[in-house]
């Protein structure tokens, strides 16, 4: 669900009018029509007064199972779902739905530093938060004891920040919440806006950014690291994983526990990776895929599917780590038979 203290709703709306004068040909009835629609969520946690979106058949599990009052949906996806919900079926899914957040969430009410939320509520600090030279606090922030905020960094409006704490200079934090015992280098940005298109290559338009950005305990981020906030739902960074400097953290990841990310990596969006998963420096993933607990990706890898619990790859695309040396030694006897 759509976290207010970060994006102010514009208020509950009937279907009908959140559709716009197109609704009667997309097949609604009054009844359909008239449904009171609270707020916009993912399929996996949207309720009765939610809409949500079924774009492609990457959803279909989640749509089976879904709880949402109504659905946006191909025409690929209609008989999937539930006998409960209202399905909107359109044949440009993902434009229709992002005109919907549009309406339900106006770009002048969704977060961002120096933003319209937070309605003016001063910050909240515990007995002990330092706070450096030129910190900037968002309205509704809270912070916890012992917490060290260092110079010029700011902090955006509702963002909470546990206890033991220690934020270093220059960075910042926005829609987002933070747990205890977290360290944050120099430089960061947290709870920035993902990378969300549609068209393509021609008008680029952009899908709001509603999710949030959610640092677990014990976490540690190094320098000049981006970590996105969600588009709809959550990026979430799991207890005492510890991430390495100019890595990039996409919309949506989530990251398990104890995990330890080398410097330059890249993850794209929707990437999960599970406890214990080690990765190596420059390594990146292609978005949408799983990386199994307690597997390990070497260096400059580039994972482009699914991969295992225990796995151990390398390579682009990245494949079991002893192929990879097995083909790259015999590609090299190859090349020299060649020259002889």
């Known amino acids: 669900m759509v976290d207010t203290r970060f994006h102010v709703s514009a208020g509950a709306s009937p279907l009908g009018a959140l559709l716009g004068p197109l609704a009667g040909s997309w097949g609604l009835d009054e009844t359909a029509a008239s449904l009171v629609i609270e707020g916009a969520d993912e399929l996996v946690t949207a309720g009765p007064g939610h809409i949500a979106l079924a774009a492609h058949k990457d959803y279909l599990e989640d749509l089976k199972a879904t709880g949402a009052g109504a659905v946006i ?88 920040i546990g206890r033991n704490c220690i934020i270093a200079s220059n960075c910042t934090i926005d829609c987002a919440h933070l747990g205890n015992n977290v360290v944050i280098q120099s430089g960061v940005r947290i709870g920035t806006e993902g990378f969300g298109w549609l068209d393509f290559g021609t008008s680029n338009r952009k899908i709001p950014q509603l999710g949030r950005a959610i640092i677990q305990d014990d976490v540690e981020i190094g320098a000049n690291t981006t970590v996105d906030r969600g588009a709809l739902g959550d990026t979430v960074i799991g207890q005492g994983t510890k991430v390495d400097n100019l890595v990039h953290i996409g919309h949506n990841c989530r990251l398990g526990r104890y995990c330890l990310i080398a410097g330059q990596s890249g993850l794209s969006g929707s990437t999960i990776v599970e406890d214990g998963v080690l990765f190596g420096g420059n390594a990146a993933t292609s978005g949408h895929i799983t990386i199994g607990a307690r597997s390990v990706v070497r260096a400059r890898a ?25 083909e790259l030694a015999t590609l090299r006897r190859l090349s020299k038979g060649v020259r002889r």
């Open 302 to 326: 580039g994972v482009m599917n699914d991969v295992p619990p225990g796995s151990d790859i390398a390579g682009a695309p990245a494949q079991n780590t002893r192929d990879f040396w097995r």
């Open 73 to 160: 949906v191909s025409a690929a996806l209609h008989e999937s779902v539930p006998a409960g919900a209202i399905a909107v079926v359109v044949d440009r899914p993902h434009e229709v739905f992002a005109d919907i957040l549009e309406r339900l969430y106006p770009a002048s009410t969704r977060g961002g530093i120096g933003g319209l939320n937070g309605l003016g509520v001063a910050p909240f600090l515990e007995e002990g938060v330092v706070l450096g030279p030129n910190v900037v606090l968002g309205a509704n922030v809270e912070i916890g004891r012992n917490t060290v905020i260092g110079a010029n960094t700011v902090i955006g409006s509702g963002v909470t």
